[in-house]
């Protein structure tokens, strides 16, 4: 039975040549394409994370927009600035945007979260306060009226930058 296999191709140099030729070839096909779907799939994801960066930006404009109003109109606003999503995009956008267009949308970012810290405090101090006296009461609503202007020079703040990081962003900021 083994008479009859035929291993002569086992002593062939040019078979052995032709396997290692198209190994190779294989290879360099299969790491090029792998190169190719890697650097796709970079390019998806960054501008995914780009895209998610603009969305915050403008949501939060948009609530801050809204909050300035209530403000104005002798409202409290009582709901806080995503500054959480804003955070988790900077990291991923390392290498997507310039250093220093990533130092602006980190302090913007540090401005919704220090926003968001000055109505857990206004609205924690309307809900805990006692105003018994006259004095007391002028007292509170001085504090009170300094408080909302803070607010809403804060809010005007990020409104107004708002535009120009978006377009930033929006254009990349590469370096």
């Known amino acids: 039975m083994l008479a009859s296999v035929d291993l002569s191709w086992l002593w062939s140099p040019k078979d052995y040549f032709y396997a290692i030729v198209s ?21 998806k994801e960054a501008e995914k994370v780009r895209l998610g960066i603009i969305d915050t930006l403008k949501f ?18 009582n709901y806080p600035l995503d500054g959480a999503r804003l955070s988790s995009l900077i990291l991923p956008a390392h290498g997507l945007l310039s250093d220093e267009l990533l130092l602006r949308v980190d ?8 926003i968001t810290s000055k109505l857990a405090v206004v609205n924690g101090f309307f809900l805990s306060a006692s105003v018994s006296t006259p004095d007391a009461k002028r007292a509170y609503d001085e504090w009170i ?7 809403i020079e804060h809010y005007q703040k990020v409104i107004n930058g708002t535009d120009a990081l978006v377009a930033d962003v929006e254009k990349k900021g590469k370096r």
Do not use: C, T
């Open 145 to 151: 009226a300094m408080l909302r202007q803070s607010l």
């Open 107 to 114: 302090w913007h970012r540090y401005q919704l979260d220090h």
């Open 60 to 77: 939060n404009k948009e609530r801050a927009e809204q909050a300035n109003e209530q403000l104005k109109n002798g409202g409290m606003p």
């Open 23 to 43: 190994a190779v070839i294989g290879a360099l096909l299969g790491i090029l394409w792998a190169k190719l779907e890697f650097a796709a799939q970079q390019k």
